[in-house]
């Protein structure tokens, strides 16, 4: 399931993220990639335990926190750290898939990467290239955002970053374990709250058809979920 979520961070808060950004030290990207991943991954990175980092992490939090959309397409148990990376002209990230496991700084808890995000920091229209490809059985799903907006897309996928030709594309990227491990059963239930949204937009809460259908959500919820 791939879903795309429109302003997750407002202008004020992408002009802030960019701000702190343009002044923090960037480290190459491959400090953090697997043995495999190292030998495709051409990228910038913020250092996750830099104060800037931890400052503007905490901002992408908030905002997620606050994004019914990111909630119900990820159902977040452990969402790690936000991190920020870039791209420049010539950069590229190769196809790969991320590692399953990652250890949140500073805490020693490993969790389980079944959701991927990314949230783009940079107009589309400030560089050329730069696209994430998302690759599953039904093809190449290339993404290319307004700033401030983010994809969410299975963990699980093979996925790519295309060359930047021009300018320089600036992002955050993060992980999240989900209550609901499997993808399928993700994206049934995204549907499902879709729905009951659309429903309840028509519908009293009270109706029948609501409260059978939110019934419905919750205990495949509790049928499904890994807590």
Do not use: C
């Amino acid at each position: 399931m791939l879903v795309t979520i429109p302003d997750i961070l407002t202008p004020e808060e992408v002009a802030y993220i960019r701000q702190v950004l343009d002044g923090t030290p960037w480290v190459d990207g491959r400090v953090t990639a697997g043995d495999q991943a190292v030998k495709v991954k051409n990228n910038l990175q913020v250092p996750i335990d830099s104060a800037e980092a931890r400052e503007l992490s905490t901002i992408v939090l908030r905002a997620l926190g606050r994004s019914a959309i990111y909630s119900t397409a990820a159902l977040p148990l452990h969402v790690l750290p936000p991190m920020f990376n870039r791209y420049d002209e010539g950069m590229t990230f190769g196809a790969h898939v991320d590692g399953s496991i990652r250890v949140i700084p500073g805490t020693g808890q490993r969790i389980r990467t079944d959701v991927s995000t990314t949230i783009f920091l940079t107009p589309p229209e400030d560089y050329d290239g730069g696209e994430l490809v998302v690759h599953n059985t039904y093809g190449e799903h290339r993404v290319k955002l307004p700033a401030g907006h983010a994809v969410v897309y299975p963990a699980t996928s093979l996925h790519s970053v295309t060359p930047v030709t021009r300018g320089s594309r600036w992002a955050s990227f993060f992980w999240a374990q989900s209550m609901v491990k499997d993808d399928w059963q993700r994206h049934m239930l995204y549907d499902l709250d879709m729905s009951i949204m659309r429903i309840r937009s028509m519908l009293p809460d009270d109706d029948p058809a609501v409260t059978g259908i939110t019934a419905h959500y919750h205990n495949l919820i509790r049928a499904w979920s890994d807590l």
